[in-house]
């Protein structure tokens, strides 16, 4: 079967660095997304990686390794508004995406 | 950006009649039309896929004839609940992706669907 693991709650202060690891089995990879979701909205794009490496994209990283099915989403210099949830989300061999449960990043003063 | 936009953001309805919520792709042609439900304190989970011009593929458990989906042009794809009932009260949101590119999905606003 596919499955996406994501912690389920995580805290951090603002200021900090936190860092969200995401594993995965899906049948094909045809790339990993993260979004953000604030409460009661629509989940928005972050990153999309589909070779390993690391991307950064100003506060925010993704960082990818294939061989190892795992990835993580960095944020730096946490700020109250990155209180929301984030998505990972893996693109299968038939350009489906199988969603993580999502992790909730609580950001205290 | 890609922008998708749905209407209406929230609607209340009485048990038993039907609702049609409207995605549109706003400035690109979405080739494909994602409908996806999300219960409180949940992850999203797809309904139906659908490309335009043709009949929507339905996920595992999602009847078919009470979401009713019709993708009838590249840039709207329409979702109707057909005879609402309280458990079908939920956050709706659609999702657009164009032919090319990374296949990045561009999500609505959602809908809040709340059946009395």
């Known amino acids: 079967g596919q499955n996406i693991d994501q912690p389920t709650e995580m805290t951090a202060t603002e200021g900090a660095i936190v860092q969200i690891n995401c594993t995965y089995q899906?049948?094909?990879?045809?790339?990993l997304f993260w979004y953000q979701q604030h409460a009661g909205e629509a989940p928005t794009f972050l990153s999309y990686?589909?070779l390993d490496g690391l991307e950064e994209k100003g506060r925010f990283s993704s960082f990818l390794s294939r061989s190892k099915g795992y990835s993580y989403l960095l944020l730096k210099e946490l700020q109250m508004k990155d209180s929301a949830s984030y998505l990972c989300?893996?693109?299968?061999?038939?350009?489906?995406?199988?969603w993580g449960a999502g992790t909730k990043l609580i950001i205290k003063p | 950006g890609a922008v998708v936009s749905q209407h209406p953001s929230w609607v209340i309805c009485k048990s038993g009649t039907s609702v049609k919520i409207e995605c549109r792709s706003l400035?690109?042609?979405?080739?494909?039309m994602f409908w996806y439900r999300q219960f409180p304190k949940q992850s999203l989970m797809l309904m139906a896929t659908?490309?335009?011009?043709?009949?929507?593929?339905?996920e595992q458990g999602v009847e078919k004839d009470k979401f009713l989906i019709n993708h009838a042009s590249l840039t709207l794809s329409t979702l109707t609940v057909t005879s609402a009932h309280p458990e079908d009260s939920s956050f709706y949101i659609c999702?657009?992706?164009?032919?090319?590119?990374?296949?990045?999905?561009?999500f609505g606003p959602g809908t809040r669907l709340t059946v009395l």
């Open positions: 659908s490309n335009e011009g043709s009949k929507a593929t339905y």
């Open positions: 400035d690109f042609q979405a080739t494909t």
């Open positions: 999702s657009a992706r164009t032919s090319g590119g990374v296949y990045e999905q561009f």
């Open positions: 899906t049948s094909g990879f045809n790339g």
């Open positions: 989300a893996v693109m299968d061999s038939n350009y489906q995406l199988i």
């Open positions: 990686n589909v």
